[in-house]
Each structure stands twice: as structure tokens, then as C-alpha cells.
């Protein structure tokens, strides 16, 4: 079920089958595993149970509810939370990824999946 992109690319396909279109699938995007300097990173750790890859930092699933698993890593304090989300995407958006900061950036209370274009 899980047919990733080409080596090197950035992003992951999710589901079974040729390519499609992107009004028939949701793209849901993270921030890379390696950063410069970033005070808080968001990292898409699994959707649906698989695994996501060290150099994918998005993917594109079909419509429908998923179950995502999200670190999020603050730089300052050096820590890590784990966050398992269920959220329901829509064909033809996109989705990001976003961390709920506590104050001073020195803590993340949570994620939420923001709709974009």
C-alpha cells in the first residue's frame, strides 16, 4: 500500500495505484527531520500506521480520515513530544502541519492540521 515517490524526492504517495490527479488526493506536509536554527519542528512520523521516510517531509493521501503520528521538537529545551492526530482531509487541498507553542517557544501543548490552498 505504501508506494513512495522517487529516490530523492521529497514526498510520499499513500495509496495503491498510479498517480492521480490533485483534486482527488490531500497533501499533508511537515517540516524536514533536519533543520537550521528552526525554534520548533514539526515532523510527520507515520500516516495510517506506515512508516514515513527521512527525506519526506509531505504526503499525498485520498480523501477520508487518517491517523497521523507527529514529532514535535523544540530546539531550545532540546525536547521531543509525540502526538497522534485523527483528522479528516478533502481532495484537491493542501494540509500543514503546525505546533501549539507554549510561552517563549519553550514547549509544544499540541499540533493542528491547517487547511491551505
Do not use: N, W
Not at 50 to 79: M, P, W, Y
Not at 104 to 112: M, V
Amino acid at each position: 500500500m505504501l508506494a513512495v515517490a522517487a529516490g530523492g524526492c521529497m514526498s510520499a504517495q499513500l495509496y495503491d495505484g498510479p498517480k492521480r490527479d490533485r483534486d482527488e488526493v490531500a497533501r499533508i506536509s511537515g517540516d524536514p527531520v533536519v533543520t537550521a536554527g528552526s525554534p520548533i519542528t514539526v515532523v510527520l512520523r507515520q500516516v495510517d500506521g506506515h512508516d514515513i521516510g527521512f527525506t519526506q517531509t509531505s504526503v499525498e493521501v485520498l480523501e477520508g480520515q487518517h491517523k497521523l503520528l507527529v514529532d514535535c521538537r523544540i530546539a531550545e529545551t532540546k525536547s521531543v513530544s509525540r502526538h497522534s492526530l485523527e483528522v479528516e482531509v478533502f481532495g484537491g487541498r493542501k494540509y500543514r502541519l503546525r505546533a501549539d507553542a507554549g510561552p517563549a517557544l519553550r514547549e509544544c501543548s499540541g499540533i493542528t492540521l491547517e487547511a491551505g490552498d
